[in-house]
């Protein structure tokens, strides 16, 4: 029995967004703000990232590690592992594309213990 190893076409082509994004966009950012993931968002640096986050919405890739009822894709673990791949490589794009640790499982938290209304002002 052989094991397919291929990325469906349709995940491959977010994959691809997502290499070019974080190439074009994070990386030239974290020249500008080396330490962006361990300081609070302040008026200059949201007006520059929440485009970003807004972009990264609209390709389905924010928060992916959430399920599809809060507001994520629910892609699974091996998606995951593909995308956190590119991900890793620069230090902004895991703020920019939802999935920044402490955020991820605080997020996981108020998913699984949260009330909807934290739900709905959080997640």
């Given amino acids: ?3 397919d190893f291929a990325t469906d076409p ?3 082509e977010k994959l691809d967004w997502a290499d070019a994004f974080v190439r074009e966009h994070c990386e030239p950012l974290d ?5 962006l993931q361990f300081v609070p ?9 929440d485009p970003l986050k807004d972009e990264v919405r609209k390709r389905g890739l924010w928060a ?3 399920g599809p009822e809060l507001g994520g894709q629910g892609f699974g673990q091996l998606k995951l592992a593909l995308l ?4 890793g ?3 902004s794009a895991p703020v920019i594309f939802g999935t920044a640790a402490p955020d ?3 997020m996981e938290m108020l998913a699984a213990y949260g009330t909807d209304e934290q739900k709905r002002r959080w997640l």
Avoid at 31 to 35: A, I, Q, S, Y
């Fill in 89 to 91: 490589r620069y230090p």
């Fill in 31 to 35: 020249l500008v703000f080396p330490k």
């Fill in 84 to 87: 956190n791949e590119i991900l």
């Fill in 104 to 106: 991820t499982g605080n």
């Fill in 1 to 3: 029995m052989a094991w």
């Fill in 10 to 12: 349709e995940y491959q």
């Fill in 41 to 49: 968002l302040d008026e200059t640096r949201r007006r520059i990232i």
């Fill in 64 to 66: 992916t590690h959430l």
